[in-house]
């Protein structure tokens, strides 16, 4: 007999029954480092220099969260592995000039993960240890606590400063976090926060103001969670989140082709290969 949780699951997540191309576990374990803490796993990017958000980085997230949960793990700490940057989001190389075949991919995954991470049973905390705009703050948003090391870093949803539009579902993410007028501000002017504001606004849960500060109440946040019975929990998250899920879930195609027919307008090429430019001349 399936227990009310599987139900539950199978109820909002039928993305599990999709079957997408994977890449070896092996060739993935260098983009994402898993380890294993006692009742918990400890998930750290490591894409240098910025952790962005490529096909490869994508499945390498969403391939470490299915080992977890095959392994029983009840909860998480995402984090990264490369100074000041949590996550740049998703990697613009991978929408400017691409072939379709990897643009379909590519969108798919992303897809995948949202609903993975999102939807997740576990309990996840985000321990933001620098930068994360657009993708980068979208995956902190899926977790269910977000600790923030205080300091010059940023985070929201810019995408209009690229020329581009948050998809729905980052959208209903960002207001099911801090709410429908901030959200309705922040997503127009593609506003970046800085840790002070984004607590403000409930963006993010705590400001820490070092690395092992950061850990120590990332491992206390988590327990915290841990403790609540995990059915209770799980199904508690999903009376907020199970609406944008299925919305997801549900049209999953013609959000992808939503996505590749806007990627590929010349408007948004052009937007995006500026914008790669300016990322070069900085430096
Ligand atoms: C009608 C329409 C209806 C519906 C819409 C339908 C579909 C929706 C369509 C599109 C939605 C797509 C959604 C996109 C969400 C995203 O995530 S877009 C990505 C947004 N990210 C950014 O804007 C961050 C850009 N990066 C930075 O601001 C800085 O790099 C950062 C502050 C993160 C770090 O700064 P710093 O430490 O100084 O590093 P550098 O800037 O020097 O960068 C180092 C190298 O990394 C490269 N890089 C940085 N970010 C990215 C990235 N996101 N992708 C790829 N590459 C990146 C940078 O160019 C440097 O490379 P180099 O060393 O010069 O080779």
Redesign the pocket.
């Known amino acids: 007999m399936m227990s009310v949780t599987s139900i539950a699951r199978n109820k909002v997540l039928p993305f599990l029954r999709k079957s997408t191309k994977m890449q070896s576990t092996a060739s993935l374990s260098s983009l994402v480092k898993l380890e294993e803490k006692q009742g918990y796993a400890v998930v750290s990017m490591q894409k240098t ?2 952790n ?3 096909l490869e980085m994508i499945q390498a997230l969403s391939q470490s969260l299915i080992e977890l949960e095959k392994n029983k793990c009840k909860g998480i700490i995402l984090t990264s592995a490369c100074p ?2 949590f996550s ?8 400017y000039q691409p072939t379709d075949d990897r643009l379909n991919q590519f969108w798919s995954s992303l897809q995948t993960l949202w609903l993975q991470l999102y939807g997740s049973k576990m309990a996840t905390v985000a321990l933001i240890n ?2 994360a ?4 703050c ?1 995956l902190a948003m899926c977790c269910d606590s977000r600790i923030m090391l205080n300091g010059k ?2 985070i929201g ?3 209009t ?2 020329g ?5 579902w ?1 959208k209903d993410t960002f207001v099911n976090t801090i709410g429908v007028r901030q959200s309705e501000r922040a997503l127009q002017l593609g506003s970046l926060f800085s840790p002070e504001e984004a607590l403000k606004i409930g963006l993010v849960d705590k400001l820490v103001p070092d690395m092992e500060t950061a850990t120590a109440v990332a491992e206390a946040e988590l327990k915290e969670f841990l403790q609540i019975p995990g059915m209770a929990r799980y199904l508690s998250k999903m009376k907020i989140r199970e609406a944008a899920i299925k919305d997801l879930s549900e049209t999953r195609e013609a ?1 992808l082709n ?2 590749v027919n ?2 590929k307008t010349d408007a ?1 090429q052009k937007g995006l290969g500026l ?2 430019q300016s ?2 001349k ?2």
């Open positions: 220099p910025v962005s958000l490529s000041g940057i740049a989001g998703l990697d613009i190389r991978e929408m620098g930068h705009p657009a993708g980068g979208l870093s940023k949803l810019n995408e400063k690229l581009i539009v948050a998809p729905s980052f959000d939503q996505f806007f990627a948004v914008y790669l990322l070069a900085k430096n």
